[in-house]
């Protein structure tokens, strides 16, 4: 197929092909008002106050990552220790490797959902009803460590850049644990972190003639514990915040971080997983990488024992190995939050009857 941003340098390319038409789609965009999306203030979770401060800056700074993943499912991450020189230097790697030609970049390109690095466009081309604005490079980085041959000296990068990342991760899910009451290592003993399914996901979305009508990545929630995003300067991402779509815009060497349907499940619906897409603009080429961590691919994952059996609280997800749920969510067309439904227990919590 072929790549939008070969379709997006087209000479004279003033509207989008129809199947690139969200419109007439299940998933269309209600309003052009709703698609502008809201401004709001993001929660930020300075993360050296996690690690390095006094007990009484820890119990305030995990009350704050209580309140985001309560609230939002979705903070910002500053102070985290990641090399800023690093994410510049992977942002580069990706821009490289998608200026690479179509036919290197093809040799990439997976036959299975699960293979170990899928080069493509839009997201499931095989069940997709509308194509998106968007081409991807997806990379499993951990436990086995997996790299393109090109460009040239992205391996090394890459390998520091992702290892770095679970660092900051596991601090992140150490003060969850903590907050849903359980010991701090909890959720990375129990989904045995060290075996993580770490997933490289870079997305290329170049200008589109007609933004308004096409989509980059229609709204979905991830299926790991927490993504770790970052992005070239150029906005787009939206996450769904009490019923509004709000535009989210990373800081200069700062995380965008969501909650992803597995703490939504270990945590029993305490904290969810938050719907969010990727909207397109008209002047430039936005490039966004997004660090999917998750659970050991075999583990098989359920509402933590801990926080079941007192009275009130029933488990409301039937347990699932991650690498099944993985198949699952990256072999249907993305919508919503469509796969966590599948393993929800009817009915479902509270607020959703
Ligand atoms: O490009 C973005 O900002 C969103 C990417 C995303 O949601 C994903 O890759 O799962
Ligand atoms: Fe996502």
Request: net charge negative; glycine share 8%.
């Amino acid at each position: 197929m072929l790549s939008v941003k070969t379709l997006a340098e087209s000479p004279n390319l003033t509207c989008i092909p129809p199947a690139y038409s969200f419109l007439s789609s299940s998933q269309a965009i209600s309003s052009p008002d709703d698609r502008g999306g809201g401004e709001q203030p993001i929660p930020i979770i300075d993360f050296s106050l996690l690690t390095l401060s006094t007990p009484d800056q820890r119990s305030k700074i995990i009350q704050e990552l209580d309140y985001a993943c309560r609230e939002w499912g979705f903070f910002m991450v500053i102070n985290h220790g990641v090399d800023e020189g690093l994410m510049n230097s992977m942002l580069e790697g990706c821009r490289e490797f998608f200026d690479l030609t179509d036919e290197e970049k093809r040799v990439n390109e997976g036959k299975h959902v699960l293979d170990p690095i899928r080069y493509g466009t839009s997201f499931n081309a095989s069940v997709d009803e509308v194509s998106l604005w968007r081409d991807y490079l997806k990379v499993i980085v951990h436990q086995e460590f997996h790299c393109p041959n090109k460009p040239a000296d992205f391996s090394n990068v890459l390998q520091e850049y992702t290892k770095a990342v679970r660092d900051v991760v596991r601090g992140l899910l150490e003060g969850i644990s903590e907050n849903l009451g359980l010991e701090s290592c909890y959720i990375n003993r129990a989904l045995d972190l060290e075996s993580s399914l770490q997933i490289l996901i870079a997305n290329l979305y170049p200008p589109c003639p007609q933004p308004e009508l096409a989509m980059g990545l229609p709204s979905h929630s991830d299926h790991g514990l927490l993504t770790m995003l970052i992005e070239n300067g150029i906005s787009g991402l939206q996450i769904q915040h009490k019923g509004k779509w709000v535009n989210v815009n990373a800081a200069p060497g700062a995380f965008l971080v969501n909650t992803g349907d597995h703490v939504e499940i270990l945590s029993n619906g305490k904290y969810r997983s938050v719907l969010h897409r990727a909207v397109v603009n008209n002047k430039s080429t936005r490039i966004s990488i997004a660090l999917a961590n998750g659970p050991s691919p075999e583990a098989i994952v359920s509402p933590a024992e801990e926080l079941l059996g007192n009275g009130s609280s029933r488990a409301a997800y039937i347990g699932m190995k991650y690498k099944d749920y993985v198949e699952l969510q990256q072999s249907n067309k993305l919508s919503g939050k469509s796969c966590l439904d599948r393993v929800k227990i009817w009915p479902k919590m509270p607020g959703d009857y």
